[in-house]
């Protein structure tokens, strides 16, 4: 395990083992003195650190499948690759980072689905697909930016659902979803980009007429 130099860097450091503890533990302060006890870490830092919160444990768990996901697709790695395969390989890194620990996964989504925690939960969802967009080398900065994250969020979040219930090791079923819905947000973003065209460049049925009424002379 890197060094810590933060309590930061701590938790991140000891979230995939807390995730491993917290498929039998669930997102507890046992399941943190385990992976602290496991990486030879004072559990009474390691417990200082989360503060005893399970959405603490969740957040750096996430940081953690971001740097995974950093690592295994780095920004380089993507240039002159397609739209829909930068988004299949962003995701799919991430949920490869997740893979053997989908009751740990389970676990996080339901707690993240508390009333309590939704608001952090969509903000955490949200940086995510940002995350994901930004590698891919997106620099939308109108609405654009946000109805691009809006979506990949809502797919990446689909797509966890069908992950943590998928048995199959070689996951099929989540594989096979993710390219429909993948497809389904390139087409939304080819029929956004026709009707949010100039007027000038939008087909007019109007000027049509008029044009064979009239021909250009």
Do not use: C
């Not at 933060?6 to 991140?12: G, I, M």
């Not at 995730?19 to 990486?39: I, K, L």
């Amino acid at each position: 395990m890197e060094e810590a130099t933060t309590l930061a860097d701590l938790r991140r450091n000891l979230a995939p083992a807390t995730a491993d503890a917290a498929a039998f533990d669930g997102w507890s302060a046992q399941a943190v003195e385990q992976a602290a006890r496991q990486h030879g870490v004072d559990p009474e830092l390691a417990a200082y650190a989360f503060g005893g919160k399970q959405m603490a444990m969740i957040e750096a768990w996430i940081e953690a499948i971001d740097a995974a996901m950093f690592a295994a697709v780095p920004a380089d790695s993507l240039a002159g690759v397609p739209v829909r395969e930068k988004i299949r390989r962003l995701v799919m890194a991430r949920l490869e980072a997740a893979s053997g620990r989908e009751e740990a996964l389970t676990r996080a989504l339901a707690i993240m689905a508390m009333p309590q925690n939704l608001a952090r939960a969509a903000q955490l969802g949200w940086y995510s697909a940002d995350l994901m967009w930004r590698v891919a080398g997106d620099t939308a900065t109108d609405y654009n930016h946000y109805t691009k994250r809006t979506t990949l969020g809502a797919l990446y979040a689909a797509t966890l659902q069908v992950f943590a219930r998928e048995k199959d090791p070689e996951k099929p079923e989540t594989r096979a979803f993710l390219e429909r819905r993948i497809e389904g947000i390139l087409r939304f973003e080819k029929v956004k980009a026709q009707l949010t065209r100039s007027p000038d460049e939008r087909f007019s049925l109007t000027r049509l007429l008029g044009r064979l009424r009239y021909p250009a002379r």
